[in-house]
């Protein structure tokens, strides 16, 4: 771990760079009862401090749904969730302040995290240079691709100093060769900062390429039906065949239950 590293992912007493997010029953109900949409029927799941863990599922099938109550947005209708530390948020569009500096949006999350004025510029500098984008810090969004944009928007999360970073599809508007840069970048931030990670996808492939744990989520209403280990060392470079196969499994699990649902 760089210094750097160290000072931008200071652990909370008592514990590691990662927090524990344990998810206990979640229901969620969107409207009224007797015309409502079950969501979310019955979520249970352990995050360990400093996993890596992904959840796919298709398309309304409440990934996001479960984001939203982990990050404190909306209540789950029953069931509890319990994280320490403070969370991270990275989404599919970047949500930069457009008429801030790459450097500035960096700088602002610093702020809200009380880093005090006179280091904030040389951290937010520090880590640009971790996402690979030094040089760039003076640029506003609309001046950066979409990859970089993520970039930025990656520092500013690991700016919060997250001990949980939820990412929902982050990945998800960039070409597949900008995509494999950042999980290769992403990748190697989590094994430096160490941060329990929640991923949400419905790219199988982009599961198994990062999670130490792929969790398979049905539709409607969304439940867990399947965890599936992925005991693969990280970084996980020249492993392309065994990633294939267990892409594959998971894949026909998935469509086992798309199709269960009559879609
Ligand atoms: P995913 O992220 O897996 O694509 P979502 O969590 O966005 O799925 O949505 C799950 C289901 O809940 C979908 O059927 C969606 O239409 C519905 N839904 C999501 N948010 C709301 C909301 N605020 N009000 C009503 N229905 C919603
Ligand atoms: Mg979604």
Known sequence: MTATAARSLDAAPGQGAGARLVIDDVHKRYGPVGNHLLALGG??????????????????????????????????????????????LLFQESALFPWLTAAQNVNLALRLADVPAATRDEEAANLLRLVHLQGFGDKRPHELSGGMRQR???ARALAQRAH??????????????????LHDELERLWMELSFTTLFVTHDVREAVRLGDRVV???S????????????????RVGVDDDMTEIASMITRRLR???QRHGR
């Open 43 to 88: 979520i249970s799941l352990t995050v360990n401090p400093g996993e890596f863990v992904c959840l796919v599922g298709a398309s309304g099938c409440g990934k996001s749904t479960l984001l939203n109550l982990i990050a404190g947005l909306d209540q789950p209708t029953a069931g509890t969730i319990e994280s320490e530390g403070r969370l991270g």
């Open 164 to 181: 949980l970073l939820l990412m929902d599809e982050p990945f998800g508007s960039l070409d597949a060769i900008t995509r494999d840069l």
């Open 220 to 235: 409607r209403p969304g439940r867990v039906v399947e965890e599936v280990p992925v005991d693969l060392p990280h970084p």
């Open 256 to 258: 086992q239950e798309v």
């Open 216 to 218: 398979i989520l049905s």
């Open 152 to 154: 930025v928007a990656l």
